[in-house]
């Protein structure tokens, strides 16, 4: 199991770009897939990207509202993934989640192990 830490969230204005990060602990950071999910005021929680892990190199996925303009990567030797996410809507103001699991399957399904989320605020 990892423990999460999410930070980068803040307020910015609509056409703006963020880089969220979550920094991992524990030794296995590498062969955990990680994903991002986000939760708007009143809205159930939403996926956003998800990275997966492999030794010839990872696969990334995303939710379709969220293609070219989000990019999610990660970095093995910092224990970090990484949420870019550029052109930035109102619409995109939530709570930003990291998530973590060895199996990219149970990332999408929403479960695994979550930080403590980072607030996104977009104005118009």
């Known amino acids: 199991q990892v423990q999460l830490v999410e930070s980068g969230g803040g307020l910015v204005q609509a056409g703006d770009s963020l880089r969220l990060s979550c920094a991992a602990s524990g030794r296995t950071f590498s062969r955990y897939a990680m994903g991002w999910f986000r939760q708007a005021p009143g809205k159930e929680r939403e996926f956003v990207a998800a990275?997966?892990?492999?030794?010839?190199?990872?696969?990334?996925y995303y939710a379709d509202s969220m293609k070219g303009r989000f990019t999610i990567s990660r970095d093995n030797a910092k224990n970090t993934v990484f949420l870019q996410m550029n052109s930035l809507k109102p619409e995109d103001t939530a709570v930003y989640y990291c998530v973590g699991d060895p199996e990219i399957v149970t990332i999408r399904r929403g479960f695994g192990s979550w930080g403590q989320g980072t607030q996104v605020t977009v104005s118009s």
């Open positions: 990275i997966s892990w492999s030794w010839s190199g990872s696969s990334t």
